[in-house]
Structure formats: structure tokens, C-alpha cells
């Protein structure tokens, strides 16, 4: 088990299949039952009908009534829609998302790069680093949230602890309570969560480029820093889009940390769509203008996986599909 | 090849910074865990001197932990096999028929990934609701399993449809039937995508906090995530004990990342890697 951490062997077959044949009958007696079908495709389908697609059909209808959850629904045409773009707390709560979706996207992106980097080496040490990186990876979110809620806690905090030890004031901070603060604090602590994962991705991106690339570079005279702008970045590009949406779809639903350390607050800081959505719906009981809400974040989800389809090449799977049929 | 020493200094530097950003609270936690509310309070929360007691974890098994443990195991364990059973066979068929109505439904799926669960969650309170659900561990087998089923079907469409398909001929020009091929060829190949797709579902499913706070309610069907925060709850100020429900929550997730880490980190790492 002392061999370097090698190139991703399941995940590249994962990965990066070879160029997608035709797939489909040709050629092959087609003998399957059309019981055969109803057993492998029926389970998914309702699965995925019933609990995704069913609930995404009546989010949409459910947005034009009004309805507490207990009496009939009552129509409300676009009221509900009218009053998001009356709402200032909507208002407030698209302002929040906007920046933790776009500062999670500056700070993450470099950070996962220079460690995908640093991971992708086969030296010992980096294997090693490698794997210290991934541990936040296996904490639920919950406990992230629970974890730096009591160590930045003004009083107790271990911050606060080496503030008075080390005599560096500024480290001793409200951070979650105070309104100029807290909404930096939550995205830094979503970094903290989502960095290896990116990491991770870069490492294997890093390492399926071919060496044949840096050798032809090396030839040619580049230095390093020439190489990873000329080879490296541009031979990344999948890896950076699919992290980029990972990561945008990833923020724009945010939700446990910001519930469970500061739920939004002081005053609606950190209140983000999704957590305004929650509020609405299971405090205020306001499902239809919850759903108002949901609506809007699915179409935003949505709209960023046609970018994922479009720039990643999964389309060109589906298309394979049609044709063969 | 070699970059020059400067570069690499640079490198480790800023590479070790960010180790001591990962461990340092986690190193806090740990600690924070091994005291009492006493020493909590007075110790310095960075230096392990001023009485350390174990007595925090008795604590949160009192508190119900060792149920909240179960759930989740139960819950991880019916949502791997679940899931992975269903995409292993949806992708088998998709990728033989390729019928006009299996393509439809690969499009589907693929729409699906982009779904996020907060957009649909409060029909699905309502539904589940209806289904005389509400508060049941099955509840969040069914909702968490279908959450799943997009990725795992495309990871698995992706992989099956790679199976050459002089092999699936041979083995029905030789008399075997659908289900022969199956389970004699295409089982035994995708056992090492699976367990890809186990590893990465069942973390998804151990960690996810939504669906149990909206689904659930009562401490005997919570699962880890929402029972460490009724933790929280019932134990405000007793923080050794919160930090100690955590770490009892990451530990079986270490127990099996240290057995199995490459094949962990492959997963992770591979699974949208393209």
C-alpha cells in the first residue's frame, strides 16, 4: 500500500469513457421482453416520477394558490408571484444567494486548483497531504455546522481562546452575530466544506492529462509557469466547467449550515432563497408563496445543467441514444 | 522536468497552510469532546492540560446517539442497495433497447441532476404526508433513494454501455437469454463501478440533513445529521457533548475511509471527473 496515490482507475472509467459507439440493436438479436423493460426501467422511473417529477408538476401549480396546509387550497392566480417581486425579504434573500453563489465560486476555484495540483504529485508526502484533505469530505454537514458554531462562539470559542493567548485582537470576533461578518464567516466555512471536494476533482483532471504534453512543452522550452497556463489549464477546461456548476448549483441551494449556525440571521444577513423558501413554507406555513420560492430555484438549477449538458458533452450521450433508436 | 526549488517551496508552504486549516478543528473538536462542562469552560481549548474525561460520550449514548446511529445505518444500507440495484438494471435496459421511451427517460434523468431537493421539498412533505408517511424511516428510504437515481443511472448507462458488445452477441447467439447476460456479464463487469456508486450515494445518504429535518420529526426514526442537532438542542450548553455526538457520527465514515481510501477518494473524486 506504499505505491503513490495512482490516476483514478475506477473513476476514469467512470470518467471518461472512450468515444461513445453507437449503441443499440445492430447486429444483436434483440430478445429482450418488454417484461424485461417494465423490470429495469419501470423502478426508476417511478421512483424518480413520483418523488421528483410529480413534486416538481405541483410546485409549479402549487405557487398559484394560497394554502396553510391543512384547509382546501384556495386559487390564487399570479398573487403569489406578485408579491416575490413585492417582497423585501425576497429581495434580500436573492442579494444574499447571488453573493454566497459568486464569492463560493471566487474562493473555492483557485484554492481547489493550487491543491489539485500539489495533490496530483506522486511524491509520498503529497499522498499523505492528499489524504488529510479529503477528511472534511466525510463530515455531515450537520457536524461541520455544530463544530464551528462552538468554536467561534464569542465567549467559549477556541478563537476567542487564542485571541487571549496570542494577544492577536481581531480574532476575537462575534462572528456569527455580527451583521457585517457573518455572511463572510458561512461562506468561508462552506469553503471549508467543499474545497477537497474540488481539490479532489483537479487532482484527477491533473492526472489524466498525458505527460506526452508536458514533454512536447519541456522541449519546446516552457517553464513551469508557462506549462500550467499553456498545458495545464487549457487541458482542464472540462474539469473546470463541471466543478464550476457543481459548485454554482451547489451554493445556489444552500442550506444546512446557514440554517443550523445562524438560520439566516442576524436580521437576514445570511438569509438565503433556500432558507427563506424553508421559513416560509414550514414556519410561516405558506406554502403556496414557499412554492413561488422552489419554483425559482428549480428554474435557476435548471437553467445552470443546460450549461453542464451543453459545455460537458453529455449530450452528445443522449444523442447517441436517439440515433440508434 | 524538475520545477525549480523555489516554486516548490512556495508549494508546500501554502499546501501545509491549508493542512492546518483542515486539522485545526478538527484537532479543536476532538479536544473539546475529552472535556466537562467544567474544564470546557476553563481549559485553554488548544493545549490537551487541565483534566480530560471521556465522560461526554457516555453523555450523548444517554441522549439517544446509539439510536440516531442505528437509523442511519439502516437507512444507508436500504438506500445503497436500493439504488444501486435499480440503476445497474435501468442502465442494462436502456442500453439494450434504446426504444424511444428508455431514451425519453435518459433525458429525464439527466434533467433531474439539476433538480435541486429544496425545489421540491414541500410537495414532497405533502405527499409523503398523504402517503400516511410522514415520520417514518421509510419515508426517507424512498425520497433519498430517488434522490439518487439520476447520477447512478447516467454513471451506469456511461459504464454498461461500454461492455463490448460482441461479448452480449456471443452470449446470445449461444442460447443465453436477457437475464443470462445479465447476470453472467454485465453483474460481474460493473461490481467495481457499483461500488463507486455506493460509496458516493451512501455518503450522500449517511450526510443528508434536509429531508430527515422536514420528513421526520420524532427522536426514535432521527438519523445522525438531525439528531446531533437535537443534540444541540436538549444540550445548548453542553458543548463536549455536542462535539462528542459529532465525532461518534464521522467515525464509522473513517473506519471505512482508512480500510478503503483509494477506492474511497476514486469515488469521490471520479465520479463527475471528466
Not at chain 1, 412554492?291 to 452528445?316: D, E, K, Q
Not at chain 2, 491549508?18 to 467544567?38: C, D, E, K, N
Amino acid at each position: 500500500m506504499t505505491a503513490p496515490l495512482t490516476g483514478a482507475r475506477t473513476g476514469s472509467a467512470v470518467a471518461s469513457p472512450p468515444p461513445p459507439r453507437r449503441s443499440g440493436g445492430g447486429g444483436i438479436p434483440r430478445r429482450g421482453t418488454w417484461l424485461a423493460d417494465l423490470a429495469g426501467i419501470g423502478p426508476p422511473v417511478l421512483l424518480f416520477g413520483l418523488f421528483v417529477i410529480v413534486p416538481m408538476i405541483a410546485a409549479v401549480v402549487l405557487s398559484l394558490v394560497k394554502w396553510n396546509g391543512l384547509g382546501t387550497p384556495q386559487w390564487a392566480g399570479g398573487s403569489n408571484w406578485a408579491e416575490f417581486f413585492r417582497d423585501p425579504v425576497a429581495r434580500t434573500s436573492v442579494i444574499v444567494t447571488a453573493k454566497v453563489v459568486g464569492l463560493s465560486y471566487v474562493v473555492q476555484t483557485p484554492i481547489s486548483i493550487a491543491l489539485g495540483m500539489f495533490t496530483a504529485g506522486r511524491q509520498r508526502y503529497r499522498t499523505l497531504y492528499a489524504t488529510i484533505f479529503v477528511l472534511p469530505l466525510l463530515m455531515s454537514t450537520a457536524g461541520i455546522a455544530l463544530m464551528w458554531e462552538s468554536l467561534l462562539d464569542p465567549n467559549f470559542g477556541a478563537l476567542t481562546a487564542l485571541s487571549k493567548s496570542s494577544h492577536l485582537s481581531f480574532l476575537q470576533q462575534n462572528w456569527l452575530g455580527n451583521p457585517s461578518l457573518a455572511l463572510y464567516v458561512v461562506i468561508a466555512i462552506i469553503a471549508w466544506q467543499f474545497i477537497p471536494f474540488h481539490t479532489l476533482l483537479y487532482a484527477v483532471g491533473r492526472r489524466q492529462i498525458p505527460a506526452v504534453l508536458y514533454e512536447a512543452a519541456t522541449i519546446d522550452g516552457a517553464n513551469p509557469v508557462q506549462m500550467f497556463w499553456r498545458v495545464t489549464l487549457p487541458q482542464l477546461r472540462y474539469t473546470i466547467v463541471t466543478s464550476g456548476i457543481l459548485m454554482i448549483v451547489g451554493s445556489l441551494t444552500y442550506f444546512d449550515i446557514i440554517y443550523i449556525t445562524t438560520n439566516g440571521g442576524p436580521g437576514y444577513t445570511t438569509r438565503v432563497l433556500s432558507l427563506d423558501m424553508y421559513n416560509v413554507a414550514f414556519v410561516q406555513d405558506q406554502y403556496g408563496y414557499a412554492s413561488v420560492l422552489a419554483v425559482i430555484l428549480g428554474v435557476i438549477g435548471i437553467a445552470v445543467a443546460v450549461g453542464l449538458v451543453r459545455f460537458t458533452g453529455f449530450v452528445s450521450m443522449a444523442s447517441q441514444q436517439e440515433g440508434a433508436a | 522536468m524538475s520545477r525549480p526549488r523555489a516554486g516548490r517551496l512556495v508549494a508546500f508552504t501554502l499546501a501545509t497552510v491549508w493542512l492546518v486549516i483542515v486539522i485545526a478543528p478538527l484537532y479543536y473538536m476532538i479536544l473539546a469532546s475529552f472535556r466537562t462542562q467544567g474544564t470546557y469552560l476553563t481549559a485553554n481549548p488548544w493545549v490537551p492540560t487541565g483534566g480530560l474525561s471521556a465522560s461526554s460520550y457516555s453523555t450523548v449514548f444517554a441522549a439517544g446517539l446509539g439510536r440516531y446511529l442505528l437509523n442511519s445505518v439502516i437507512l444507508t444500507a436500504v438506500c445503497i442497495l436500493l439504488t444501486v440495484t435499480i440503476s445497474l438494471g435501468a442502465a442494462f435496459r436502456i442500453v439494450r433497447r434504446t426504444t424511444r421511451a428508455s431514451s425519453a427517460a435518459f433525458v429525464v434523468m439527466l434533467f433531474g441532476l439539476a433538480i435541486p431537493v429544496q425545489a421540491i421539498i414541500v410537495p414532497i412533505y405533502v405527499l409523503i404526508y398523504k402517503m400516511h408517511l410522514y415520520d417514518t424511516l421509510f419515508a426517507l428510504i424512498l425520497t433519498l433513494s430517488a434522490a439518487a437515481i439520476p447520477v447512478s443511472v447516467l454513471i451506469m448507462v456511461s459504464f454498461v454501455r461500454d461492455i463490448p458488445r460482441e461479448l452480449i452477441g456471443a452470449m446470445l447467439v449461444d442460447g443465453g437469454s436477457e437475464w443470462t447476460v445479465f447476470r453472467r456479464l454485465i453483474w460481474p463487469l460493473s461490481r467495481p463501478v457499483l461500488a463507486t456508486l455506493a460509496i458516493y450515494n451512501g455518503l450522500n445518504v449517511w450526510n443528508n440533513f434536509l429531508l430527515p429535518l422536514v420528513l421526520t420529526q420524532s427522536s426514535n426514526v432521527a438519523v445522525l445529521p438531525l439528531g446531533l442537532t437535537k443534540l444541540e438542542g436538549l444540550y445548548s450548553i453542553n458543548v463536549p457533548a455536542v462535539m462528542a455526538g459529532v465525532l461518534l457520527s464521522v467515525l464509522p465514515l473513517l473506519v471505512l475511509f482508512v480500510a478503503m481510501r483509494r477506492q474511497v477518494m476514486n469515488s469521490l473524486g471520479g465520479i463527475v471527473a471528466r
